[in-house]
């Protein structure tokens, strides 16, 4: 019985291989490694920059808003003396 178990699990192992040189093998296993990897990379740089130029976009909202609050300071005139404080 034991005998049988290892021939049926040669004939496996066998059949398990033709299937993966049939189907391109470890060179084409690598090249799709390959393909996945540059592919990933480009999708997280592209994310990275969309992250950057918003944030870019938001400091350009808040520090705008700061900026021209500090415009308008800037050009309230002085309050006017009304000449009771004599």
Do not use: F, W
């Not at 019985?1 to 291989?17: C, P, R």
């Amino acid at each position: 019985m034991a005998i049988l178990a290892i021939i049926l699990s040669l004939i496996a192992i066998a059949m398990a291989y033709v299937a993966l040189q049939r189907t391109g093998g470890l060179k084409d296993l690598k090249q799709q490694m390959d393909h996945l990897t540059n592919k990933t990379e480009d999708v997280a740089k592209g994310a990275r920059e969309t992250t950057a130029d918003i944030l870019h976009r938001l400091e350009h909202m808040v520090r705008g808003s700061e900026a021209q609050a500090q415009e308008k300071d800037k050009n309230v005139p002085p309050p006017h003396s009304t000449g009771s404080d004599k």
